[in-house]
């Protein structure tokens, strides 16, 4: 007979994979991708869940070979969606034409119940956000 069993605390919880693996460290429930495709517009990443926090885990951006010399690509809290409006900054960095950064490792803890948002100054830029939830 099999019990479901969660082990909880301080916001985590301990999981058993499909393999029967404990999994105790962190690691991501979702994967939230964009494409800006106009220079200077906002767009939202991930909209807030009522009663929750959301870790950001892991960030991968790509540029296309049609932007310019350096894109500058923030990503950031916002009150509204997709708006440009910064409440608190979590990253911001320029890409050259043609390139992917990748980053992982990353325990940033958004605000409860703010937008994620990102825009860049020029456009066909991918952005793909790693992120999980937490009780507030």
């Known amino acids: 007979m099999v019990a479901p069993v969660n082990i909880k605390g301080d916001n985590y919880t ?3 994979s499909k393999h029967g693996e404990l999994l105790t460290g962190t690691f991501f429930s979702s994967a939230e991708k964009i494409t800006l495709t106009s220079d200077n ?3 939202t990443i991930v909209k807030p869940r009522a ?3 959301m870790i950001l885990t892991g960030l ?4 296309s070979r049609a932007t310019g010399t350096d894109t500058l690509v923030q990503i950031f809290e916002s009150a509204a969606e ?5 409440s ?3 990253l911001s960095f320029d890409m050259p034409k043609s390139t992917t ?3 992982s490792s990353l325990l940033i803890q958004a605000t409860e119940g703010v937008y994620i948002n990102a825009v860049a100054d020029d456009s066909d830029v991918n952005v793909t956000l790693l992120c999980y939830f937490v009780s507030a």
Not at 60 to 63: A, D, K, S
Not at 82 to 86: A, D, E, F, L, R
């Open 14 to 16: 301990a999981k058993v």
């Open 41 to 43: 517009v906002a767009v």
């Open 51 to 53: 009663g929750q926090k």
């Open 60 to 63: 991968i951006v790509n540029t």
């Open 82 to 86: 997709n708006s440009s409006v910064v």
């Open 88 to 90: 608190k900054a979590i």
């Open 101 to 103: 950064i990748v980053t």
